[in-house]
């Protein structure tokens, strides 16, 4: 056995020898030592399920076994903190390398990215690979260099891209062990006494682990794939390949399986066999699905909790758990529906026809939340598959922009006679039907009740009647339908009036609870005899962030206009926007090198701000309250009030999904961005649904309220409104002018912070967006900031400029020279809007004292009020192009002040 200078290979859902590139890695460099840690904790809500449970014990058996045979053996921990755990195993084996192969679902890409900067860290060479697709996430774009958003266009570059797939790698013939004599392994426990009953039976049908899966692999491409084309529909059909539950734990590689097939259809069309050759490209679809999935989950973390297309967020689900039963126990009174749900339970396993005919029926005719459904297949599925769950269920409800239409109704009588025509299906998983004839099969109530007395049924009795008429359930569709887009029309016009909230629609409805009986088992694990496992919360999690990508933008998708034919918008969105903007490629050798902020658990937060007492309450906003809290300056731990040092610590709303957006938005930029006139972020708080960020205290508050806010504050003088222009002009300059250029898009009183010497600094990064990149003029997105601040072309277009930053920058130089709102409500007509009210005097010298604030008693001087006026009215100019840069308007504002200071200094 080898000493220290070992490598770690960190199984996770690649548990083979066979194609792991992590572990060939590894083989290379020396002596390894192979782990698997059981963390399930770290998956959130999405605790996998008992079946699921059962195949990994038994994967992770058969991975033992093999590296048992090639010299090794695997490490197993049971850990609530991989990363933590990671730490230790390295200390204990000396090892100075850490190899793993890439994941794409939103908790693996939060650990893995922790992982890497925790570990680098301490000196530990990190290296990931791609094992589980054929190219990776970042690799597939359009020509514009943006993600696609559609399975057709993404499939057809895949097949079309420059270079193939790497070709499977052989396993190793020897493997050299790390000394692991003080790393023992944990006993496991996947299951408890109540649950190895219905798990032996599992057994008897499924064989997990590596070898059996190539075993599996060999006897569909010699076997039933010629027939796929032609048999994959029938649901009591044996031509399905049955490899997702091994290509989800990673047993066989989608690339060998990808080889593997296409040699096969080489062969066949060598031969003139146009029936395998269809099968095959068929079958390599459902192969393009599984990349899609995780291309859709990197590209737009969060498809697994919110609709893609922004305007499902409006539907009126019916929250039914009478309903929800129902479905479950196969008792809807439709047999094909109810055959499946039945076989769901008793096997863990749908044919993925059935599967779209019963979460088809979940959503569109009982209307239930498409969460509770994708959650219940996530515990009942052998396969259960993060995301393609997800994928599968958005594609049913509507939400992806190539889905289903979600008026459309799949009548499951019709769906059975396609898909299961003699009945066999339905006589297999529902007994009390199994001697009704095939012509009645799948729908027996429309059966002459002599037929039902022969066939020993009694409707509602040993069978139910259908749970919802199928007309009815349409009416009610299209009515629901009706009701989403009203409430989205709302709101958008809300949003419009809202001069706080934004143009955009940055609010989130709360999601629909689980029902109790299906409440995620996270507190409900078999128990576990590992007495001296240290408990830990995994608080501290690391979000993704920014690359030099930044030096190429961060990718944005082109949101289609909102006047699309509404039944079908194409935009891609977690309402509406690309998580692609924010969540950038994480590849070894990107990250920026400037250290990140402090991630502060939310505990340390909470006693930082006293419990977020009222008292401590400085502001509130759209997307959540500001509080006022106390850290060491030097450990930035949590002190005693009063001591220490004063931050500002922002506590998002956990239902505002743009909050969500705008904090990640916050920790990317101003994690790296950083000069006198932006706000310092100094940490940040990622913990379940609580979003927290940290800045410098700013003792002066926002802008907006020495402005706006009536009695108790002294009135700002003309000195210190042209300083407040001046630093926020340079913060603008630093943000336009920087190699990779930023736009703001938020700019506003309220988003410019004031400290102990009334220097501006500005805030509110949550909107910013990279600028364009190689020729293009502009940067396309949905439309998003603040009524009375945004451009007009930018509100008619999406089209997002420099020029769009230097608009706003005229509203609050207006707004710094009238002392009002931008849009004051209290006013009528012309005079509500700023803008629209001061033009008309603003190029007059006779009648700028009319916009001027009162407040300032006229100790202004005329000539400098005159040419920042003039300024207000060049940065609003309703064409773009003619609007100054940023730095002219700096450069003027600095001329203003000197000439000022020369005159009250002579």
């Known amino acids: 056995m080898s000493g220290g200078g070992c490598s770690i290979v960190w199984f996770r859902r690649d548990l083979r020898v066979e194609d792991n590139p992590a572990l060939a890695a590894g083989v290379r460099s020396g002596a390894v030592v192979p782990v698997f840690i059981w963390a399930p904790e770290e998956e959130g809500h999405y605790y996998p399920g008992r079946v699921s449970r059962w195949w990994l014990k038994q994967s992770l058996s058969h991975l033992d076994s093999s590296l048992r045979s090639l010299g090794t053996s695997l490490i197993t921990k049971r850990s609530t903190n991989s990363v933590a755990y990671l730490l230790d195993i390295i200390k204990s084996t000396g090892a100075t390398q850490l190899f793993f192969n890439h994941l794409y679902d939103p908790s693996s890409l939060v650990r893995d990215r922790r992982a890497k900067e925790v570990l680098t860290a301490q000196g530990i060479a990190v290296r990931s690979f791609n094992a589980d697709l054929l190219y ?7 020509a514009q260099g943006h993600p696609f958003t559609t399975f057709s266009d993404f499939w057809e570059r895949c097949l079309s891209m420059p270079y193939d797939p790497e070709s499977p790698l052989l396993p190793p013939k020897r493997i050299i062990s790390g000394d692991v004599s003080r790393c023992p392994s944990d006993r496991l426990v996947f299951e408890d006494e109540s649950e190895k009953g219905s798990n032996a039976l599992l057994a008897r049908a499924w064989s997990p682990g590596w070898s059996n899966a190539n075993k599996a692999l060999t006897t569909f491409i010699n076997g039933p794939l010629i027939e796929y084309s032609k048999n994959r529909r029938k649901a009591d059909s044996a031509t399905t390949s049955f490899l997702s539950p091994h290509l989800h734990f990673g047993e066989v590689s989608v ?9 096969k259809q080489v062969l066949w069309a060598n031969e003139g066999n146009q029936a395998g050759e269809d099968s095959v490209n068929l079958f390599l679809k459902s192969i393009g699905l599984r990349e899609y999935s995780r291309y859709m989950s990197f590209n737009y973390p969060y498809s697994h909790e919110r609709p893609l297309l922004g305007h499902l967020k409006f539907f009126p689900w019916i929250v039914d758990e009478g309903y929800f039963k129902a479905w479950r126990q196969g008792r809807t009174g439709y047999p094909l529906v109810d055959a499946g749900m039945r076989e769901l339970w008793a096997a863990g396993w749908l044919h993925d026809r059935i599967q779209v005919v019963v979460s088809s029926f979940f959503v569109k005719v009982l209307q239930l939340p498409w969460r509770w459904g994708m959650k219940y297949f996530w515990d009942t599925l052998l396969d259960a598959d993060l995301e393609s769950n997800a994928l599968g269920w958005q594609y049913i409800s509507g939400t992806l922009p190539d889905g289903r239409e979600f008026d459309r109704i799949d009548n499951p009588q019709f769906e059975g006679y396609k898909f299961d025509p003699n009945g066999e299906y339905v006589r297999r998983w529902l007994p009390e039907l199994a001697r009704l004839p095939t012509e009645w099969i799948h729908h027996p109530w429309n059966a002459p009740e002599s037929v039902l007395q022969a066939a020993g049924i009694e409707l509602g009795s040993n069978y139910p009647l259908p749970i919802v008429e199928i007309d009815a359930a349409k009416t009610r569709l299209q009515k629901a339908l009706s009701e989403m887009w009203q409430r989205e029309a709302a709101s958008r016009a809300a949003m419009e009036n809202e001069t706080e909230e934004g143009l955009g629609d940055s609010t989130e409805t709360a999601p629909i609870a689980f029902p109790q009986d299906i409440q995620m088992e996270e507190n409900h694990e078999p128990v576990r005899n590992n007495p001296n496992t240290v408990t830990r919360r995994y608080e501290v999690q690391m979000v993704p962030t920014m690359t030099s990508s930044l030096q190429t933008g961060l990718k944005t998708i082109s949101e289609t206009s909102h006047s699309s034919a509404r039944s079908r918008l194409t935009a891609l969105s977690c309402s509406e926007t690309s998580y692609a903007e924010s969540f950038t490629t994480i590849i070894e050798g990107e990250i920026f090198s400037a250290p990140n902020p402090k991630a502060f658990s939310y505990i340390e937060l909470k006693n930082a701000t006293r419990n977020f007492r009222s008292d401590r309450i400085l502001g509130e906003g759209g997307f959540g309250i500001v509080f006022k809290g106390w850290i060491d300056e030097h450990t930035l731990a949590a002190t005693k009030p009063g001591s220490g040092m004063v931050v500002a610590i922002k506590k998002h709303k956990p239902e505002s999904f743009h909050g969500h957006k705008e904090w990640l938005m916050e920790v990317n930029y101003l994690g790296q961005l950083h000069h006198p006139n932006l706000v310092k972020l100094i940490g940040y708080c990622l913990d379940g649904d609580n979003r927290l960020l940290v800045y410098e205290f700013m003792p002066k508050g926002s802008l907006g309220n020495h402005l706006f806010r009536r009695g108790g504050i002294q009135p700002l003088s003309w000195k210190v409104r042209i300083n407040v222009a001046i630093g926020a002009a340079r913060g603008l300059c630093f943000l336009h002018d920087a190699e990779s250029q930023v736009f703001h898009r938020n700019l506003k009183t309220s988003n410019i912070l004031l400290d102990a010497g009334f220097n501006a600094k500005l805030a509110g990064l949550g909107f910013a967006r990279a600028g364009p990149t190689d020729d ?15 451009a ?5 277009t ?6 769009c930053d230097v608009y706003s ?23 509500r809007n ?18 001027m604030d009162t407040k300032l008693g006229g100790q202004y001087p005329q000539k400098g009020a005159y040419i920042a006026a003039t300024l207000a009215l060049k940065c609003l100019n309703t064409e773009p192009k003619l609007r100054p840069q940023m730095g002219e308007v700096l450069g003027t504002l600095e001329r203003l002040q000197a000439q000022a200071a020369k005159h009250s200094n002579p």
């Open 136 to 142: 990776e996430p970042w690799e597939v774009n359009d």
């Open 255 to 263: 690339r060998k399986v990808f080889h593997l097939v296409r040699i």
């Open 776 to 790: 293009r003029t502009h940067v396309s997105t949905l439309v998003m900031g603040t009524h009375g601040y945004a």
């Open 792 to 796: 007009p072309e930018y509100i008619a």
């Open 798 to 803: 999406g089209h997002l400029t420099e020029k």
């Open 809 to 831: 920058f005229g509203v609050v130089l207006l707004e710094l020279l009238s002392g009002r709102h931008s849009v004051d409500k209290s006013k009528v007509g012309a005079e």
């Open 834 to 851: 700023l803008v629209d009210w001061a033009k008309r005097y603003l190029g007059d010298k006779r009648k700028l004292f009319r916009i």
